[in-house]
């Protein structure tokens, strides 16, 4: 199973994949691919490194991939970033570095978090002074007016529409810190994209516990305008659709900790609780029978997929679900 996804994966990179083996020495795979170069972000962004050289950043998100890839581009500016997923942890961290005498300067809050919403956390910290003169930025997927009001009222200095780009992330660091900043509120400004909320990538939660499967439907997405994030199992399926926001969820089935069916039902009955309308979900399986597509349903999937998975029919449904039907050429 796992050779022939390495021979699809190669194909659809346009490459050739083989194996040389001699008896009592053992086996060597080799693979060849066509790749592209990847694309500079923007050819002019030139970032002045000596304005943020040093500075010390604390990252609360809920979001595992988020905290990666944030702390990654900060490492790269030489930015001291600490990364954790709770407002619990983020206290302990604010509170440590003061009582070392090393205070966090900027903080990057996302809106869900566990433990406590963003808004509120950012209200106990200025409301405390935990930090005076810290600048706190929210980067969130919403582009809710009530929100920006809400961070102009706390002080929050940025609003930061995800996805967040380079050049936008460290324009907004650049423009925001001010450590002798006034005691009056501060207008919070919007950093998005030119293009319009329709043009923005859909968010996919892709939960699977075969890195193989992943790679495949990986691939099998890499041309289409989606930001894809990563589930081993179902309870991490869980706990991040319940603090963040996906257009769509990619399941499957058989996986450790909690299977796909207990996961779809978890997310089903929290969706119930906020009393929000329910985000679209595949079942992605091996089995194919009629019973178990009706297990899927029951458990709240809106669609059973079976492996092998082809492309045509992985796009169909995505595209089914979250802009309506579509025709798929043979």
């Known amino acids: 199973m796992g050779l022939a996804i390495c021979r699809r994966l190669v194909d659809l990179m346009g490459g050739n994949i083989w194996v040389e083996s001699e008896p009592g020495k053992g086996s060597s795979f080799y693979f060849t691919a066509m790749l592209k170069a990847a694309e500079i972000e923007n050819e002019s962004f030139d970032p002045r490194l000596s304005d943020v050289d040093g500075l ?22 030489n930015v001291r970033p600490k990364a954790v997923e709770s407002a619990d942890q983020g206290l302990a961290e604010i509170e440590g570095a003061n009582a070392a005498g090393e205070p966090y300067q900027l903080l990057l809050l996302d809106r869900g978090i566990y433990g406590m919403d963003g808004f509120d956390l950012a209200k106990r910290i200025t409301d405390k002074m935990l930090l005076p003169g810290i600048t706190i930025m929210m980067p969130t997927s919403d582009n809710l007016s009530p929100d920006v009001a809400r961070c102009q009222e706390l ?24 450590l002798n900043r006034p005691s009056e509120p501060v207008r919070p400004e919007i950093y998005q994209d030119d293009a319009s909320p329709d043009d923005q990538p859909l968010r996919l939660l892709l939960v699977d516990d075969s890195m193989e499967n992943r790679l495949l439907i990986q691939a099998y997405l890499n041309e289409e ?19 963040d926001r996906y ?53 709240g999937c809106d ?10 029919d992985l796009l169909a449904a995505i595209k089914k679900y979250t802009q309506g039907p579509v025709e798929v050429a043979d």
């Open 56 to 77: 010390k950043v604390l990252i609360i998100d809920a979001n595992p991939t988020n905290r990666m890839n944030l702390a990654e581009t900060l490492q790269s500016w």
């Open 155 to 178: 002080g929050i200095a940025r609003y930061l529409i995800k996805p967040v780009g380079r050049t936008e992330l460290f324009q907004a660091i650049c423009g925001g810190i001010d």
């Open 225 to 243: 305008p989606y930001q894809i994030d990563i589930a081993e199992n179902g309870q991490i399926a869980v706990d991040m659709f319940t603090s």
């Open 303 to 312: 669609a059973h997929l079976t492996k092998p998975l082809k492309k045509a």
């Open 247 to 299: 257009d769509l969820v990619l399941m499957d089935i058989q996986m450790p900790v909690m299977d796909g069916h207990a996961a779809t039902s978890a997310i089903r009955e929290w969706e119930r609780q906020q009393a929000i309308g329910p985000t679209p979900i595949l079942a992605v399986t091996a089995h194919a029978l009629k019973e178990d597509e009706q297990k899927s349903r029951q458990a």
